[in-house]
């Protein structure tokens, strides 16, 4: 078994082939974080990373003694207080308005494999032996609240799953501030903090800085895990790059408000927590309940940032998303929005479908405004039923003649949002978050339902599943428009109102796993504007997710490059659409758009009858090279080669589990003009082995493995000079999608 305990020192030990980490029960019973890590030998005794000295200025927790302060000791899941001032994991409002805690160590269990959590997204494992998981109970004994810290160390991957429930043993109630979901304390501050943000259209844009001593910290308190932080951030030696060297990744799967902090001391050391959002939360602990904190997912790489997106890709691929669709080969779909937005018949919508059947298209989805007197984005979300005016036949009808055309359907849906203008609003006007007194801000004529309430989430239930049950769909595009304002909810006292966001996210989950229950077969795609709630919670629900509203080439390379370091390409939602492009307004070639929204889940978001004889043939070519390769870009490893944010170049590939097929995507921004010869190393190769090289069906060269990643793929394009008459010249968003295929050696 993985996880070894020492009774005699007091130390735990959790190790599989390549990681190591080690914590301690302090002598005041506390635990003590002692070690993570690159794998380590099994000694008897770690004891000697414990260091205690006097320092002035500090509080010392025994009489007469000037050594034992946990302020200058590294902790597991530390409190404010007694004699640590730093950002605590944890915090309890107790009756007398004291906020001091002393969570000591009672026991312990170790067993194979790993529990699920209640209500919660969480990895999971097929199989006992995939990993071990340890339970440390501490106990408040003034409180009579216990604290279960679990960990469990998966067996193959460089991670570890860990999260906190607090189990309330006495007769009073406490109020939860604070319940991180993870805290690790790190001996120095030799760090590069990465975090990935940006804004609705600019997702997850890699941002570096050097930790410094104070707090860096990302966060949302939208309600949702928003656009502008993503809650996943790594930490990495200055040294370390894709390739090589030390990097940590920190990654919470969770939808709702969260915080991911580093807070470095005056002593270098760095204390990472990552969890629920302590800002505006609280929880009613009552006699006899339990609280339990969202997962968070801790990564460990020597072989720098890609080597830690592979560990994350994996498990999250395979021991997160889950069900029918978690390895079956997805659809190539067409979405109508970017087509007609809300101006379509039934007539319309079957001829565009008519045409995406011709062109190799699979899956058919109709977008918003198919429901009850939608027709602009003022009325009808909460009304869950087809438009008769619109489509004669119904859902159901419209479903069963798309398929007649040899197409899946697929339908969009807005559950969490509801209009003024709607039957729901006017028959429950109560049912959205809004504090009594106050002005309601809206989003876009929308409002958020309160998914705290269980007869909401019933009401919407009844609706969706009531559609899905009696038509013929295959997938569902799950929208959410707007976050939470004015947040109260009537279902709950004043004393619950902290918990509101919380609940929130937990009813959501509720409305997931019902409908996944209900309909297994059916591909949930989640989607939020775009990218608004693109996290690691959702993926456990839907394996997919709209990756941004930005479908623009230039800039979604941008956004697939950073979602890449911690989210598979396979939950990446890409689609080639208009040009000009709407959110930008920029022209970009065909070819382009779809070299770069190959590399996630691939389809369109245009009306193909609008496109030229030769576009349409590109878009045939498309799909029969995304058909044919989907499975390898999918599932095999995916390997970040040139970054947009350090130049005009972005490079990645990915490379089959037995080495012997790659795909490269090249793309140069702006075009240049007589530059120098051009190389680029490719990695993940077997170097015995032979490749021949293929673009667009056509053979360019054999290569060895040892060729292609020591001295590099040529990559000298027309800019290289002057270009030759005949010769096609390079533009601007110029693109190259390459096939690697090892050959016999003979």
Excluded at 83 to 93: G, N, S, V
Excluded at 520 to 534: K, M
């Amino acid at each position: 078994m993985g996880i070894l305990f020492n009774e005699k020192t007091g130390e735990f030990h959790l190790y599989n082939n390549t990681i190591s980490y080690m914590m301690k029960i302090l002598r005041n019973g506390q635990m003590g974080q002692l070690y993570f890590g690159k794998k380590v030998a099994l000694r008897e005794d770690y004891g000697y990373l414990i260091e205690n000295r006097y320092r002035p200025v500090s509080a010392y927790v025994y009489d007469d003694e000037y050594s034992f302060s946990l302020e200058h000791l590294k902790q597991e899941y530390p409190s404010y207080g007694t004699t640590d001032f730093r950002m605590p994991a944890l915090e309890i409002t107790q009756q007398n308005g004291s906020r001091i805690t002393d969570f000591k160590y009672v026991s312990h269990k170790i067993y194979k494999g790993k529990p699920k959590l209640k209500g919660l997204p969480a990895t999971y494992v097929e199989s006992e032996d995939e990993a071990d998981t340890l339970e440390i109970t501490l106990r408040d004994g003034l409180l009579k609240v216990d604290l279960i810290l679990l960990y469990t160390i998966f067996q193959n991957e460089n991670a570890i799953a860990r999260s906190a429930r607090f189990e309330n043993r006495a007769g009073k109630e406490y109020q939860i501030t604070r319940a991180m979901s993870l805290c690790l304390d790190l001996p120095d501050d030799e760090y590069q903090w990465i975090q990935f943000s940006g804004a609705w259209g600019r997702e997850r844009h890699v941002k570096t800085r050097m930790l410094q001593q104070g707090i860096q910290s990302v966060g949302s308190a939208r309600g949702a895990s928003g656009h502008f932080h993503n809650p996943f951030v790594m930490l990495k030696r200055p040294t370390a790059d894709e390739f090589q060297g030390e990097v940590m990744g920190f990654s919470l799967v969770y939808s709702g408000n969260f915080l991911a902090q580093a807070e470095v001391d005056t002593y270098k050391v760095t204390r990472m927590m990552i969890g629920i959002n302590p800002f505006g939360f609280s929880w009613c602990l009552k006699p006899g309940e339990e609280f339990q904190t969202p997962e968070a997912v801790m990564v460990y790489s020597l072989d720098g940032m890609n080597g830690m997106s592979q560990t994350f890709h994996r498990l999250y691929r395979t021991r997160l998303a889950r069900g029918y669709w978690r390895d079956r080969e997805r659809p190539v779909l067409l979405n109508n929005w970017e087509a007609t937005y809300f101006d379509f018949t039934q007539e319309t919508l079957l001829k565009i479908a008519e045409d995406a059947k011709k062109n190799g298209v699979e899956l058919f989805v109709l977008d918003d405004g198919w429901f009850s007197t939608r027709c602009s984005e003022t009325s009808g979300l909460g009304d869950w039923w087809a438009n008769k005016d619109r489509l004669p036949d119904g859902i159901k009808g419209l479903s069963e003649k798309v398929e007649a055309l040899g197409l899946k359907f697929g339908l969009w849906f807005g559950p969490e949002m509801a209009n003024k203008d709607s039957q729901l609003y006017r028959e429950h006007p109560d049912w959205i978050i809004a504090t009594p007194g106050r002005h309601g801000s809206h989003g876009r004529k929308q409002y958020v339902l309160d998914l705290s309430r269980k007869e909401v989430v019933d009401y919407i239930y009844g609706l969706v599943a009531k559609i899905l049950g009696e038509s013929k769909i295959s997938y569902i595009k799950w929208d959410m428009n707007r976050n939470i304002t004015e947040c109260f909810s009537n279902g709950f006292g004043a004393d619950r109102q902290g918990e509101i966001f919380h609940r929130y996210i937990l009813g959501l989950y509720d409305l997931y796993d019902r409908l996944n229950t209900a309909f297994p077969q059916v591909l949930f795609e989640s989607c939020a504007s775009g990218g608004g709630r693109f996290d690691a919670g959702l993926l456990y629900y839907a394996p997919q997710c709209w990756t941004s509203d930005d479908t623009d080439a230039g800039e979604r390379q941008k956004i697939q490059y950073g979602t890449s370091f911690a989210y598979p390409i396979s939950s990446m939602g890409a689609h080639v659409s208009i040009t000009p492009n709407h959110q930008i307004n920029r022209v970009t070639p065909l070819k382009t758009r779809g070299n770069v929204a190959m590399f996630g889940a691939f389809g369109y978001e245009l009306d193909l009858a609008r496109l030229t004889d030769e576009e349409r043939e590109t878009v045939r070519e498309q799909i029969r090279f995304v058909k044919e390769y989907r499975k390898l870009i999918h599932t095999g490893t995916f390997y970040r080669l040139l970054s947009p944010f350090e130049g005009n170049f972005t490079a990645w590939m990915v490379v089959s589990e037995d080495r012997k097929q790659a795909i490269v995507g090249y793309y140069k921004m702006l075009n240049d003009v007589n530059r120098e010869f051009r190389r680029l190393r490719l990695r993940g190769l077997d170097e015995g082995l032979v490749y021949e090289i293929e673009e667009e069906q056509v053979k360019i060269g054999t290569f060895y493995g040892s060729e292609l990643m020591n001295i590099g793929m040529v990559t000298t394009d027309m800019s290289a000079g002057e270009v030759p008459a005949g010769e096609e010249p390079c533009c601007d968003f110029w693109s190259r999608v390459v096939v690697l295929k090892a050959k016999n050696c003979g």
